[in-house]
Nanobody, 124 residues
Framework: EVQLVESGGGLVQTGGSLRLSCAASGFSFDDKAVGWYRQAPGREREGISCVTNDRQRIYRASSVEDRFAISIDSAKNTVYLQMNSLKPEDTAVYYC?????????????????WGQGTQVTVSS
């Protein structure tokens, strides 16, 4: 059974930092594009960052550029999202996804695997 389990969400003040983790079991991130989405209440899901399957390119949405960084630890089969200088508008449920298309954005495939989501709340 494939499972992606996110952790690291929580409540933080404006300007603070969090690091989200997404650990996979029953599935390897090797040779797969992986990324992070978020969805705020009443808003559409937004693809915010991804790394290509060859690990040569990283995409970041303009809303998080220079503040968020995606990384992968292949030995731990875990993908991370380091979030700095957090703003109230970053409040959302954050989801990791694996086996997708990562180019000038994120596009899910029929084979895309999803985590259950982790809540991030940034207080003003």
């Amino acid at each position: 059974e494939v499972q992606l389990v996110e952790s690291g969400g929580g409540l933080v003040q404006t300007g603070g930092s969090l690091r989200l983790s997404c650990a996979a079991s029953g599935f390897s991130f090797d040779d797969k594009a992986v990324g992070w989405y978020r969805q705020a209440p009443g808003r559409e899901r937004e693809g915010i960052s991804c790394v290509t399957n060859d690990r040569q390119r990283i995409y970041r949405a303009s809303s998080v550029e220079d503040r968020f960084a995606i990384s992968i630890d292949s030995a731990k089969n875990t993908v991370y999202l380091q979030m700095n200088s957090l703003k109230p508008e970053d409040t959302a449920v954050y989801y990791c996804a694996a086996d997708l298309i990562c180019d000038f954005g994120l596009r899910e495939l029929g084979s895309t695997h999803w985590g259950q989501g982790t809540q991030v709340t940034v207080s003003s």
